[in-house]
């Protein structure tokens, strides 16, 4: 460190947690901490990745070597001096640094005079420097202090910052200010800086009110049973902030905006069933917003608020934004709006029917979209609503058009969801219109990826259609395609291997279903064993390896007298080292069994 160029310097100093180890607690707090120190308060300053460094690498001594309250504070002069670099990241982090102290000496409270005080002069030097560095970090770590000393004199120096000519500072203050009025726990305490609050809504600056009733959604549910006062003091600077002229005010609100409004208290109140209305008007608002920024961060929320209004709210003032919101010319609002949607409809918020008639059509034009991503939201979260695609005819058609899609992903989102198709619209709709056209082209797809989704979708298929409807209808399918692969791609040979391991180990999973689709399809997987390409072996022994530890009598048997004998023939003759690893593998599984 004394000695060394730049980069010797920081090669040095991510080394810090190992020097400390090597040292021991007593070491570190008497020798390293003071050379710490004698490095963070060097003149001319040190670079600034190398501060950066340091308070990272601080973090890890406590608990680790420093537990103790005193042994703690000994780092205390290090961090005040990090606080107070002019480098933004490098206070951040000292910060969070004194913090994750604060976060360990909770355990350890009520603590000495003496350590309260320490902390407390630390507080008051930062919040009271000529330099507005030390002040915003001040602002970031005066919560925790007042967690963990419950000090009176906190709050009082939290409202000089919220007052402080420098719009840095106030903005700090305003982006922590919710943290400690959710450590002040009663509307009591917290009377005081609710003026400060109200202050800070109004600032001159936005990027002050911006922050200033966003940070409400970190207060959490402390003042829920408190609604009258929520109402009187915070529901009014939320509905001033909703219609701020500033788009970037608005912007930052809706990006919590289901946290604040949790925090009002109203939710399963009827006496504040006016004030809930005029909450969801207020999100109505941004969401309806000129701004394609506040649109999109406002959707984001849009499945949370219908939970936190319910049905009756989201058919009165959500329901008729749908239609604009799907039709939006920015594609992040209409994806947000799709992820939306499928989030809405779980729950148990809304019913199936309101469901079906306010998200079908929508779902259709989301499927149909110019744009994957907006597809994959649906594709990707369409399996929680399998139970309700019976009553959408549009939105299977629009999924059987896009397994022909040339976007790879979007035929993997279809893949994944043909096995939930057969148990919402039945076997023989899968039979007679997915199994052709849909499962097994996929399941030959030149993307590995979707060949996977295919086979991943083995299991739920054997759930939800029974052995016997696999054994008939799905197996001789995959049997076809094995034997006229036989002299094709060796990939088409893997992939349907694969299927039929998915497809025992399923059967294995579901006893007492009958039929015998495990003997079948581990006779299926044995043929892969004497494949003339190694890969293949490789994945039969695989497959194989999933499916020996079968606890059914008659599957031991097999297990015991075909299985084990057929991998020990191959071991003897097998000559690839990867296939040879495989096998000795699946043999180990099946005699641990």
Request: glycine fraction near 6%.
């Amino acid at each position: 460190m004394d000695n060394g160029n730049t980069e010797a310097k920081v090669d040095a100093m991510k080394r810090l947690p190992v020097v400390a180890y090597a040292l021991g607690p007593a070491k570190t707090q008497s020798e390293l901490l003071p050379y710490l120190q004698t490095i963070a308060l060097s003149q001319p300053p040190i670079e600034d990745e190398l501060l950066l460094l340091m308070s990272k690498q601080m973090v890890t001594f406590v608990p680790a070597l420093l537990s103790t309250p005193k042994q703690i504070l000994e780092m205390l002069p290090i961090v005040e001096s990090l606080a107070t670099v002019e480098e933004t990241v490098v206070r951040d982090q000292a910060v969070t640094l004194m913090n994750h102290l604060c976060t360990h000496l909770k355990p350890k409270a009520p603590l000495e005079s003496s350590l309260v005080s320490s902390l407390l002069g630390m507080a008051k030097r930062l919040g009271g420097a000529d330099w507005f560095t030390a002040k915003v970090s001040s602002a970031g770590m005066l919560p925790e202090l007042y967690a963990l000393t419950q000090h009176a004199d906190i709050p009082h120096l939290y409202k000089e910052l919220c007052s402080d000519e420098t719009p840095m500072v106030r903005r700090a203050a305003s982006q922590h200010l919710g943290k400690l009025m959710k450590h002040l726990g009663t509307k009591e305490k917290a009377a005081d800086l609710v003026p400060v609050l109200q202050q800070l809504a109004k600032d001159e600056q936005d990027s002050v009110r911006m922050l200033a009733v966003a940070s409400m959604s970190n207060v959490g549910d402390t003042y829920c049973d408190v609604p009258d006062w929520t109402k009187e003091f915070i529901l009014p600077l939320l509905k001033d902030a909703s219609t701020d002229m500033s788009w970037r005010v608005r912007h930052h609100l809706s990006k919590s905006f289901s946290g604040v409004a949790e925090s009002l208290g109203f939710q399963g109140k009827p006496k504040f069933a006016s004030d809930q209305a005029l909450v969801m008007a207020c999100f109505v608002s941004l969401l309806a917003d000129a701004e394609a920024e506040v649109r999109a961060a406002a959707v984001g929320h849009f499945a949370k608020m219908v939970h936190w209004g319910g049905s009756d709210l989201f058919v009165s003032h959500l329901m008729p934004l749908l239609p604009g919101l799907a039709d939006d010319v920015v594609m992040e609002v209409r994806s947000k709006c799709a992820l939306a949607i499928m989030e809405s409809s779980e729950g148990g918020t809304l019913e199936d029917t309101l469901i079906v008639q306010s998200f079908g059509p929508l779902l259709e034009s989301f499927l149909q979209d110019e744009f994957q991503e907006v597809q994959l939201q649906v594709l990707g979260n369409l399996h929680k609503l399998s139970h309700l695609l019976h009553g959408m005819n549009g939105v299977v058609s629009s999924i059987l058009n896009m397994s022909k899609a040339t976007n790879w992903r979007v035929r993997e989102g279809v893949a994944k969801l043909l096995p939930h198709l057969a148990e919402a619209r039945g076997l023989d709709f899968f039979a007679n219109v997915l199994l052709e056209p849909a499962w097994l082209v996929l399941l030959l797809d030149p993307v590995a990826c979707v060949r996977v989704a295919c086979v991943s979708g083995m299991r739920v298929l054997v759930r939800v259609a029974g052995q016997d409807w696999v054994g008939q209808q799905i197996l001789p399918q995959h049997v076809r395609i094995y034997d006229h692969a036989q002299s094709g791609s060796y990939l088409i040979r893997i992939t349907i291997l694969q299927a039929h391991a998915e497809t025992a180990r399923a059967a294995q999973l579901t006893p007492g279903s009958g039929g015998t689709l495990w003997n079948d399809t581990v006779t299926q997987i044995m043929r892969g064993l004497e494949d003339k390409v190694a890969n293949v072996r490789m994945v039969a022994a695989k497959g194989l390896a999933k499916i020996v530890d079968a606890e059914d009598p008659a599957q031991e048997e097999i297990v015991r007298f075909q299985i084990i004998p057929a991998l020990e023939k191959l071991m003897a003759e097998e000559k690839d080292i990867d296939c040879l690893a495989a096998v000795t593998e699946a043999i180990e599984a099946a005699r641990k069994k």
